[in-house]
């Protein structure tokens, strides 16, 4: 198993930017993709960013692109996700999740089933 804890959340004007963090424990961080999904009041978690166990190969959300990106460090077990230009629809809870270690390769990991573990989440405020 791996245990997952989100950082980073908190409070921003529109237009600011926040970096999320995500520290693994448990097993061996790189033998998993890792990914970034959200949740906002009323509405379905839904999928922010993927990135391969490896950090060679990223995937985004179109409503996220040119403005999110998502990068690890499997020296330090903490995937991030750098947020830039935040809006008030960018308010949400953040989650990280695990998924096994092919996901990306084939070509699956924006769906919440294809993940195996979750963190708690953090949230993000955007005011206006």
Do not use: H
């Amino acid at each position: 198993q791996v245990q997952l804890v989100e950082s980073g959340g908190g409070l921003v004007q529109a237009g600011g930017s926040l970096r999320l963090s995500c520290a693994a424990s448990g097993r061996t961080f790189d033998s998993y993709a890792m990914g970034w999904f959200r949740q906002a009041p009323g509405k379905e978690r839904e999928f922010v960013a993927v990135i391969s166990w490896v950090g060679s190969t990223t995937r985004s959300a179109d409503s996220v692109k040119g403005r999110f990106a998502i990068s690890r460090d499997n020296a330090k077990n903490t995937v991030y996700l750098q947020m830039n230009r935040l809006n008030p629809e960018d308010a949400a809870v953040y989650y990280c999740a695990a998924a096994p270690r092919g996901t990306v390769r084939r070509g699956r990991g924006l769906r919440s089933d294809d993940y195996d573990y979750w963190g708690q989440g953090t949230q993000v405020t955007v005011s206006s």
